[in-house]
């Protein structure tokens, strides 16, 4: 396995969410929560699911960074609350002030499959910083959950009404876990959340 991957410990096939970071031609930073999977030699994979900015952007540069983030709030800002993030752009792609670790990246390939693109990329330089060990509350998970499904939402809608059902119901049952054993920032993420898609 290749270095950066056995630093961080990442097991073959396994789907890591992190913060993908990359800028348009414009030069602009841009931040997305995706999930990547690592292949052998090092190499990983991305699905971008439609015409996503930052798939736009990675066709344009072909570099982009993997942010490795344990705060469940960063990926609750890059949905909803962009603005509270700031980005290093010394380095040949933008990656995210306070992540744990940084892979840069290069593209190597975007193929169309169906509804979704998979982009498979080569790690050009990585850094770690040294973190405290940090115990499992199931809360983040759950808010996790509750943020990945709610950008599901407007697909589900197209799928009719039993299909939308199921996925709020998803999405509540997560943010009863986030409320029964979050702390407060986390169920104030929840409740936002929940206001934003009209749960509550
Ligand atoms: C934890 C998490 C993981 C996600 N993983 C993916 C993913 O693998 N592919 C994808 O297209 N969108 C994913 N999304 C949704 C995108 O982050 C979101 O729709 C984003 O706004 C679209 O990307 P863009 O900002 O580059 O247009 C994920 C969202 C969350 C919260």
Not at 111 to 127: A, H, K, L, N
Request: hydrophobic share 40%; proline share 4%; glycine share 8%.
């Amino acid at each position: 396995m290749s270095s950066w991957a056995s630093r961080l410990g990442l097991k073959l096939g396994a789907l890591y969410e992190v913060v993908v970071t990359t800028s348009g031609v414009d030069g602009k930073p841009h931040a997305a929560a995706m999930g990547v999977r690592l292949l052998k030699r090092g190499l990983f994979q991305m699905r971008s699911y439609g015409e996503t900015r930052t798939l736009t952007n990675l066709r344009a540069t072909g570099l982009g960074c993997l942010n490795i983030v344990r705060s469940c709030e960063v990926f609750f800002n890059c949905l909803f609350n962009p603005e509270a993030l700031s980005f290093d752009s010394s380095s040949v792609a933008p990656r995210l002030k306070g992540a744990d670790g940084w892979v840069f990246f290069k593209v190597l390939s975007v193929e169309p499959r169906g509804g979704y693109y998979v982009v498979t990329c080569s790690p050009t330089d990585f850094e770690f910083r040294r973190v405290k060990p940090k115990p499992i509350c199931r809360a983040e998970s759950s808010l996790l959950e509750a943020l990945i499904h709610s950008t599901r939402l407007d697909l589900y809608r197209s799928m009719g009404d039993e299909k939308l059902n199921e996925l709020y119901k998803l999405i509540e049952h997560h943010i009863g876990i986030v409320e029964r054993t979050g702390w407060p920032e986390l169920k104030s993420m929840a409740r936002r959340l929940a206001s934003h898609i009209g749960l509550s």
